[in-house]
């Protein structure tokens, strides 16, 4: 098994390997084009969206400075709001769904690392999907972390680091993030 393959297969993987370097460096080089591209020229930021990002939907808006590890793997719903620095490190899938906002400076990482520091010294890393879903808020500055799954209609507070998955109708804020309160879904 390649190390691709072990990481879109869920194992332990070494990232320092050139085919999955290889995804980094795309990656890399299609965010310095997005960010040479005049803010004030939506169309050609969204052509440049859609060339390097799985799938896009109507009324997707990313700021400066956007980083991912491949893009390939980030799929974005309709009606979409990504504020300053944010980082997607996809090197699995990151599914967002409709009508979500991301405050600044905020990370959303697919991958992780060993406890064992000789596996780490090896380059190990081993990744898990992302799925935020529709009618969510992340405030600025939040970490969310591999393999959580974020419900519908949830309020993610400035700050918060989430490490498990967060149950729709929802407020949660915190290190861990922890739910804090209720909301009434309004949209039905």
Known sequence: MTELEKLRAGLEYHFDDPEVAALKQNAINQCAAYAAIDSRDSAARRVQLEAM????????????????????NITIGDNFTGNFNLTILDIREVTIGDNVMIGPNTMITTVGHPLSP???????????????????????????????????NVVVGAGAVVTHDVPDNCVVAGVPARKIRDIVDDTK
């Open 53 to 72: 990002l799985s799938k896009i939907g109507e009324r997707v808006w990313i700021a400066d400075t956007f980083n991912c590890d491949n893009g390939k």
């Open 118 to 152: 000789m596996a780490r010294r090896q380059n190990a890393a081993i990744a898990k999907p992302v799925s935020i879903g529709n009618d969510v808020w992340i405030g600025g500055n939040v970490t969310v972390l591999p393999g959580v799954s974020i419900g519908n």
